[in-house]
Nanobody, 121 residues
Framework: QLQASGGGLVQAGGSLRLSCAASGRTFSGHVMAWFRQAPGKQRELVAGVTSGGSTKYADSVEGRFTISRDNAKNTVYLQTDSLKPEDTAVYYC?????????????????WGQGTLVTVSS
């Protein structure tokens, strides 16, 4: 129901735009978020956006990443700029019926398959 795309290999300082298209149901009333998981590390919240448009970012990406949503297209985006090697991870889009962006991955009900972002130094 959630299909993530847009990952790839990019040099440090570069940009990628990740997209997550939802199908089968509307997520306009859900919190939408991006998590990432690097090898050997726990899945962590990168950014989230509420149905009303309020956003929350991890400290490590604040000012470099921007999350947005287009409810008409049932799609959420993550613009990643000034990428660093430590941003390398599989990025997952997810949705929650919560009214606010939550940090814990276990509280999200819907998950996409993930898209790999690799940042070379």
């Amino acid at each position: 129901q959630l299909q993530a795309s847009g990952g790839g290999l990019v040099q440090a300082g570069g940009s990628l735009r990740l997209s997550c298209a939802a199908s089968g149901r509307t997520f306009s009333g859900h919190v939408m978020a991006w998590f990432r998981q690097a090898p050997g590390k726990q899945r962590e919240l990168v950014a989230g956006v509420t149905s009303g448009g309020s956003t929350k970012y991890a400290d490590s990406v604040e000012g470099r990443f921007t999350i947005s949503r287009d409810n008409a297209k049932n799609t959420v985006y993550l613009q990643t700029d000034s990428l660093k090697p430590e941003d390398t991870a599989v990025y997952y889009c997810t949705a929650s019926r919560s009214s606010r962006v939550l940090n814990a991955a276990r509280l999200y009900e819907y998950w996409g398959q993930g898209t790999l972002v690799t940042v070379s130094s």
